[in-house]
DNA sequence: GTTGCTCATAGACAGTGTCTACCAGGACGG
DNA sequence: CCGTCCTGGTAGACACTGTCTATGAGCAAC
């Protein structure tokens, strides 16, 4: 429980996350990881019943670092909720571009869940505050506030998976997500002002 | 070349595709098709040079499967653009849950690609067919028809990507995917007529 | 001092993808 | 008819994986 040496537990977790960040999500194996981590391979057993559960925890950095980003850069942003809702898209789609390992990891619910859901609990946060601006953006006609917030972040999360995954610039031929972050926008919560 | 048998590699393909629609997709190894093929865990090697060669194989099969399921729904369906465009999309959305292991399988891009680019090829006539119904329903101060058509494969895509893994009921406490199908559609297209 | 307990090590096991050596059997040329 | 290729499959090895189990070091408590 006491560190200076920053505890086992929580080593093997930055050397996973070290790991996906750098080398993808399919170099995050057991053994690797306790290896840069500096233990045996039999080590994380104690911490982490099993693979799948390791992989949760860094899944599970990963989503309080994209959570962190999304909320600092609202923050810095004009405070005009749909201004902030298009720098929350644009964050969204720059953290899985920058880093596409961890946001392949993030989203292989093959690779985690185990039964225990905490995963979905660490990305509600995130959820929360896109809810929370489009409520604010919302016009009377549109989808309940719960669905517009659904169906905008799916949006999101498809142009960033396709896009990473280059399908998309080569169907539509566009050079950059920005046109279709915009259109995107536009089309569920009306033409931006201005 | 000549049959009666199937040929090895026929078997191999459809052992796989049988198989990731059965088990899953962690459950494709190339050893476990052999088997199911009734060759030695050797013999894909001589038609795929490596596993990835041959869940792209797979995964061809899916888009194409995919393919014809939504060209059928189209043709069995009133004519109208509109019309048509839901049936597509609620097709898309019933393929990715009731052949999860196989849709997964079609965007692992980290597992196929492998240079050879033969799976975008794969999945234009599925996006070709899409992008000319939008090019029909786009209104003209709509975005132009491909950003349009990109937009809206990804909302698909993100809907049934995130639908099937359950965080999206969990977030917007909706209960089917329809809601969230309609209210993207209208979205981009205006409100559906009648 | 002996008993526990916590935590890490190390070895085994079955399974994986890839590589390599081998070889059955047919086609071909002489 | 015989020898030579070559195609297409087998079988074993290799390094690696995740999991399980037995072992042991170090320390707290009674």
Redesign the pocket.
């Known amino acids: ?1 006491s560190n200076g040496e920053a ?3 929580a080593r093997l977790v930055a050397a996973g996350v070290d790991l996906v960040l750098r080398e993808g999500q399919s ?9 840069r981590a ?17 992989l949760s925890a860094i899944a599970r950095e990963g989503f309080a670092d994209l959570t962190t980003q999304v909320q600092k850069t609202i923050r810095d942003v004009d405070p005009d909720p749909r201004t902030q809702l298009t720098a929350l898209a644009r964050t969204y789609l720059d953290f899985a571009a920058a880093h596409r390992g961890m946001f392949e990891l993030m989203f292989r619910h093959d690779l985690l869940d185990s039964g225990r859901l905490r995963l979905r609990e660490t990305s509600l946060p995130l959820f929360a505050v896109l809810a929370d601006l489009v409520a604010q953006v919302r016009r009377p006609d549109d989808a309940p506030a719960s669905v517009l917030a659904g169906a905008l972040w799916a949006n999101l999360h498809g142009i960033a998976q396709l896009w990473a995954w280059g399908s998309l610039p080569l169907a539509t031929g566009a050079t950059d997500d920005d046109v279709l972050l915009r259109a995107t926008l536009d089309a569920h919560l009306g033409p931006a002002p201005h």
Do not use: C, N, Q
């Open positions: 429980m505890g086992v537990r170099a995050v194996s057991l053994r690797e990881i306790a290896r500096g233990v045996s391979h039999g080590a994380p057993r104690r911490y982490f019943p099993t693979h799948v559960d390791l």
